[in-house]
């Protein structure tokens, strides 16, 4: 397609006003978050981040509850999905229907109805941050279903599981040890949306009243504009390595089907 | 049975998805544990419906100004060969800013454009323009703005599939039989874009409508929007002097997804007949 100047010019100013709105605001955290109120730079809220005690507690807490949320999820939904292409086909409607239903009921719906539900958990494991990690599960299902999903139609599961089996393999086997290995990149990819969105959850965790990550750095945002502001950009950034990781793991076995084709 | 060996995924969804649904359904006719229609009576106030079509506008408005923006920037991006660092740099942007919502991103424009954000400031000495206003970062205008963050390129990555779908060999088809540029896209492109371009815009909608962390860190006073209703609710017990309207707040909000994502998937299905 020929291209005239103008056309040109009107793209590269488009392209560059996209940038400004999306670049600026990161920028700006930057900037904001290093200030010192004399017109210098300092880097106190920065290292704030690792000595406020609250907003520590709140970092170790998201994190293991991402950690229970990625082991969770594999846990309920691997050995499902791969039952579902062996015995039981019919059910594959269904088993994804209920994985991506969470995209049509909003975590607020949830955290208004579960109630009921949350105080049955509270007396059976007792009352803590981490029974956060249950209703999590169910919040990272459709993405996690659709990453596990492509990768295990990557693969022919019926025949290896045949093989597994006819060599005396039990079911337990066949998952752990032939499935599972084949669907790395997958099970990779469902790991990493997980851990992003557990570390950027602030709907649930706001409104039962424990504090995760993103709620203290709501809160510091009252007290310690500039530390809530520093939190929020190194939490973005880390979401940012991992979910481009994950395109970058994405990548590389959509090369491999390519090659196989 | 194998079927048996499902239970476990089952009962958990039934625990954690399928309960909590029921309970606010139940829940929204219900007063002290009787069936009754006055929390859904309570809806049509004036207060709730204010909050209902300041979230409509709000979802409408960033819809289509992401659809729009989003279109335009997958346009863009298209004309870039498939293997540019610069098509792959935005995609790849695209799917982290989409997943960007939440109290980080409210941070993230009080930053920019608060009190004592840096654009403001910037603005204020060099061209002696207050653009920080009567606050108006954190009512609805503001929710518009910072919605369309994540509006965008959450257009970038449902629409591009379709613009990508569109075969050179319908335009070459469409020009060597004497169409002019202009003609092939009002009549060949055009046409066939349209449902998926409605549909990711019902999507934008629902995703804007059902948004909660980034409205609830930028709005700390007043409840302009539906979510943020349901915030006070639940938080202060009684709003507008009942209990339990939480209950009918999150029904009006399953009802009002639910119908737009019906719709989404029927277009949805409309778009893949050609899209392969």
Redesign the interface.
């Known amino acids: 397609m020929r291209q005239t100047v103008l056309g040109r010019t009107v793209r590269g100013i488009v392209l560059v006003l996209f940038g400004l709105f999306f670049f600026f605001p990161l920028y700006a955290m930057l900037d904001f978050s290093t200030r010192d109120f004399q017109g210098g730079r300092t880097g106190e809220a920065w290292s704030q981040l690792l000595q406020d005690p609250t907003l520590t507690s709140a970092i170790i807490a998201s994190l293991v509850l991402a950690l229970l949320t990625v082991v969770g999820m594999l846990v309920l939904l691997v050995p499902t999905m791969v039952w579902v292409r062996l015995r039981v086909p019919k059910a594959k409607r269904l088993v994804e229907f209920l994985c991506l239903l969470p995209l049509t009921i909003p975590a607020l719906v949830i955290v208004v109805g579960m109630r009921n539900v949350y105080s049955w958990v509270g007396y059976l494991v007792g009352d803590s941050i981490y029974t956060l990690a249950f209703v999590y599960v169910v919040l990272v299902l459709p993405f996690a279903y659709r990453a596990i999903d492509n990768s295990l139609s990557t693969i022919d599961v019926v025949t290896l599981s045949e093989a597994a089996r006819s060599l005396g393999a039990g079911w337990g086997t066949v998952i752990t040890r032939v499935v599972v290995p084949n669907i790395g990149p997958g099970l990779l990819s469902a790991a990493f949306v997980s851990v992003a969105l557990v570390l950027g959850e602030y709907t649930i965790a706001s409104l039962t009243n424990y504090e995760n990550l993103q709620v203290v750095i709501a809160l510091l945002g009252k007290s310690e504009a500039r530390t809530s502001v520093a939190a929020s950009l190194a939490t973005l950034m880390f979401a940012m390595v991992l979910l481009l990781l994950l395109s970058y793991v994405g990548r590389g076995r959509s090369v491999r089907e390519g090659k196989s084709q | 049975m ?2 048996l ?2 239970l ?3 009962g ?2 039934t ?3 399928i ?6 359904i139940v ?1 929204a006719f219900q007063v002290d544990g009787r069936f009754s229609l006055v929390n859904i009576k309570t809806l049509f106030g004036s207060t709730a419906m204010h909050a209902l079509s300041n979230s409509m506008l709000l979802s409408a408005a960033t819809a289509v100004i992401g659809a729009v ?1 989003g279109a ?2 997958c346009y ?1 991006v298209v ?1 870039a060969p498939p293997t540019s660092l610069f098509r792959r740099a935005v ?3 695209s ?3 989409a ?6 991103l409210a ?6 454009l608060g009190f ?4 403001t400031e910037l603005l204020r000495s060099t061209l002696n323009v207050d653009v920080f206003g009567s606050g108006w970062l954190f009512g609805l205008p503001g929710l518009i703005l910072v919605y369309t ?1 994540f509006q ?2 959450l257009m970038v990555i449902v629409f591009l599939p379709a613009l990508e779908g569109l075969k050179p060999q319908w335009r070459e088809a469409a020009l060597s039989i004497g169409a002019t540029p202009r003609q092939y896209w009002l009549q060949v492109a055009i046409p066939l874009l349209r449902p998926a371009f409605l549909g990711a815009t019902l999507l934008l909608f ?1 995703n804007s409508f ?1 948004a ?2 980034t409205a ?2 930028l709005v700390s006073q007043g409840q302009p929007i539906t ?1 943020l209703l ?2 006070a609710a ?2 202060s017990e009684i709003v507008l002097g009942r209990a339990d309207l ?2 009918a ?2 029904l009006e ?2 009802v009002v ?2 119908v737009v ?1 019906v719709a989404y998937a029927l277009l949805l299905r409309r778009t893949s007949r050609w899209l392969r």
């Open positions: 194998p079927s060996g499902l476990p995924f089952l958990y969804l625990v954690f998805l309960v909590p649904t029921i309970t606010v829940g923006l335009l920037l863009l004309n995609l790849s942007i799917g982290v800013l997943q960007f919502g939440g109290v980080t941070f993230a424009f009080i930053a920019t004592s954000g840096v654009l963050y965008i390129p629902a059902a909660y962390a609830a860190a979510v349901i915030r639940l938080t939480a209950f707040l999150a909000m399953i997804v639910a994502m």
